[in-house]
């Protein structure tokens, strides 16, 4: 069975750009989180879709948004991106999303750079 | 305020002998424990879970074990081999009214396990 998978695994950008990030979950898996794991900083929840919705957000600004797709893929949107975003992104998957002992399975992360 | 606390930022161990990695918490309203363990450059892979109507789950050389009243959780890893050698992250996550989910995870700041041959 195919894993969570990420792409690109690496993105470099200027401030001010905008980055996209893509994950596509494990087969059967409807729900997506977003996680960012800044240098020296332990893993922080940014976003969970499920059914095409969003479910809850992290304490981020509302320039991280995202969506997903009808085929429960996932795309994260950083905009006018700062200095500090530059992070490792990771997306993970479950099952259902309904409860809350779900285990959320990551992939590979995607490591952004802002120049 | 940081609610999963790893205070031990790294744990060295030889090969063969038991590592145990700890974890505390503050939010009593975290019920379902979760250990990762992570590579570098690779995303987290799930180990074990835990929920907090259990006090211990094994699963082949890793064992948690859970103290509600403490707050606190552990992994055991027997024996340990050099491959264990990686950063350990505990996660834990919070039901809403009806058991269903928040979707966050909150993560400990990781300990880096070492296993000398």
């Known amino acids: 069975e195919a894993g969570v998978t990420q792409s690109p695994t690496h993105l470099i950008k200027t401030r001010g750009q905008q980055a996209t990030l893509r994950c596509s979950p494990i087969s059967g898996h409807t729900s997506v989180y977003w996680y960012q794991q800044a240098l020296g900083l332990g893993l922080q929840f940014l976003l969970w879709y499920d059914e095409g919705e969003e479910r809850n957000r992290g304490n981020f600004p509302p320039r991280f948004s995202g969506r997903q797709f009808p085929n429960y893929s996932s795309e994260l949107n950083v905009n006018a991106l700062e200095l500090e975003d530059s992070a490792l992104y990771l997306c993970?998957?479950?099952?259902?999303?309904?409860?809350?002992?779900?285990?959320?399975?990551f992939g590979p992360g995607t490591r952004l750079l802002v120049l | 305020d940081q609610q999963v606390k790893q205070n031990s930022p790294s744990l060295s161990v030889q090969e063969g002998r038991i590592s145990i990695l700890n974890c505390d918490y503050t939010n009593s309203m975290f019920d379902y424990f979760l250990w990762y363990k992570k590579y570098p450059a690779e995303g987290p892979t799930f180990l074990i879970s835990?929920?907090?109507?259990?006090d211990k789950n094994e699963d082949g050389r890793f064992t948690v074990f859970l103290n509600k009243s403490a707050k606190h959780l552990s992994l055991h890893i027997v024996p340990s081999q050099p491959g264990d050698s990686a950063v350990y992250f505990c996660a834990a996550s919070a039901q809403q009214a009806g058991g269903t989910s928040y979707g966050k995870l909150t993560f400990g700041q990781g300990t880096i396990l070492t296993v000398h041959p």
């Open positions: 993970a998957s479950s099952r259902l999303g309904g409860s809350y002992q779900e285990t959320q399975y």
């Open positions: 835990i929920s907090s109507i259990k």
